[in-house]
Nanobody
Framework: QVQLIESGGGLVHPGGSLNLSCVAS????????MGWFRQAPGKQREFVAR????????NYSDSVRGRFTMTRDVANNTVYLQMNNLELETPAIYSC?????????WGQGTQVTVSS
């Protein structure tokens, strides 16, 4: 059974940083496209970042490009999202995603709040 466990969320001031982690069990992350998504209350879930399994290339949404960096540690079956220069915005749940063809697996998410 595939499980994704996120951690690292919290409360940070604008301009601050957080590093999110997603540990996978029951599978190996290199067989999936691994991604991060976020969802604010009352809004649709939106794409944040993804690492393509075949190339190890990272893709980002326009809103986070240049501020966020996604990496993967295959040896520890973990992906990370380093978030720098966080902007004042609605709190959101950041969720880890594993995608392969038509199959998706999701973690429970970790809360990120940016507030002054």
């Amino acid at each position: 059974q595939v499980q994704l466990i996120e951690s690292g969320g919290g409360l940070v001031h604008p301009g601050g940083s957080l590093n999110l982690s997603c540990v996978a069990s029951g599978t190996l992350i290199y067989i999936w496209d691994m991604g991060w998504f976020r969802q604010a209350p009352g809004k649709q879930r939106e794409f944040v970042a993804r690492i393509v399994r075949k190339t190890d290339d990272a893709n980002y949404s326009d809103s986070v490009r240049g501020r966020f960096t996604m990496t993967r540690d295959v040896a520890n079956n973990t992906v990370y999202l380093q978030m720098n220069n966080l902007e004042l915005e609605t709190p959101a749940i950041y969720s880890c995603n594993a995608h392969f063809l038509s199959t998706d697996r999701w973690g429970q998410g970790t809360q990120v709040t940016v507030s002054s």
